[in-house]
């Protein structure tokens, strides 16, 4: 099943294609809006694969770019269902991508892969790709940033194929606040520090912009009542 977007005055959207009960996080510094009222649903059914499967690995992980241009067939593992964050793509000035590591230390981290996607990215990595990398160019060199921002053209390209209005402002790191957020939103289910984890950063940074979001499910006089 590849990735679902919702697609509302020109903003996209993540959300679950059974579920039209979204809650409302509008941050238009962020650029992502959650709507409970949305124009249309919009799976990522594009005519590239690895199109298909970056976005859903965006969508689904909340790896940063950098990270999941990174990937190779050896950092999946399909037995425990997860991801093995270890490296990173970076590009110099001339655009020529390079292995780094991660941004932090907490960048080193297993993330799990949803089971929607699990059987579907095994087909993909054993059959479809030729090399190492998950996603590379003709050839199996590593992406440059021209032919990175190629790739993101076509997938906006492919997106407004079947859009009813212009999509706008996407980015990869989108998806990641969007991971983000939908996490934020089944607090206490997951803590604070899981959430951190999963995303390979620290709890101050996930308190710093995503506060308003916990203060948002807080019931502060429930809670007293309750004391």
Partial sequence: SHAAFLIADGNACRGDVHNTEFKRFDNSRLGIAILSNFAFLL???????RNSYFVDILYSTGLRCGEALALTRFDIDFVEKTINVNKAVEFDEAG???????KSKNGFRKVPIPSKLCASLENYVRFYIKGTLLFAMQGGKMVS?????R??????????????????GLTAHIFRHNYCTSLCYQIPRISIKNIASLLGDDEAMVLRIYNHIMLEKE???????AA
Avoid: L
């Avoid at 799976?43 to 694969?49: A, D, K």
């Avoid at 020529?96 to 991660?102: G, Q, T």
């Fill in 96 to 102: 020529r991508p390079s292995i780094k590591d991660p």
């Fill in 219 to 225: 019931d502060t006089a429930g809670a007293v009542e």
């Fill in 43 to 49: 799976h990522s059914e594009m005519h590239s694969f």
């Fill in 145 to 149: 940033k021209s032919s990175y921002r």
């Fill in 151 to 168: 790739k993101w053209e076509r997938i906006i390209k492919e997106m407004n194929r079947v859009a009813e209005k212009p999509v706008c």
